[in-house]
């Protein structure tokens, strides 16, 4: 049974940084692309970052310079790790997985519809 468990999230101020992690099990981690999303209150879900099999990245343009994707492939772990924190990145943050193999790399980070695992999300609360 494939499972995604997320942890890490929280509230901070401004300017500080958040790492989160998504624990993976049930599927051959190594070989699946991963992703962290997130939903701001009252908007649609957006992709934040995307990692492949090789260790390749890709961000979206709003987290570019501050968040960086990386992933443990012995623990099984998946990370988000968040400098530079803004009000705006307040959300519930998932982590995806792409059993099908479906997901490209694309310049401004991932796309929803190519995942099709999903954890429960952890909540990240940025104030001013």
């Known amino acids: 049974q494939v499972q995604l468990v997320e942890s890490g999230g929280g509230s901070v101020q401004a300017g500080g940084s958040l790492r989160l992690s998504c624990a993976a099990s049930?599927?051959?981690?190594?070989?699946?692309?991963m992703a962290w999303f997130r939903q701001p209150p009252g908007k649609e879900r957006e992709g934040v970052a995307a990692?492949?099999?090789?260790?390749?990245?890709s961000d979206a343009d709003s987290v570019k310079g501050r968040f960086t994707i990386s992933k443990d492939s012995a623990e099984n772990t998946l990370y988000l790790q968040m400098n530079s924190l803004k009000p705006e990145d307040t959300a519930m943050y998932y982590c995806?997985?792409?059993?099908?193999?479906?997901?490209?790399?694309?310049?401004?980070?991932?796309?929803?519809?190519?995942?099709?695992?999903w954890g429960q999300g952890t909540q990240v609360t940025v104030s001013s």
């Open positions: 995806a997985a792409d059993l099908r193999g479906v997901a490209t790399m694309k310049p401004s980070g991932p796309h929803e519809y190519e995942y099709n695992y």
């Open positions: 049930g599927y051959t981690y190594a070989s699946a692309y």
């Open positions: 990692i492949d099999n090789n260790g390749r990245t």
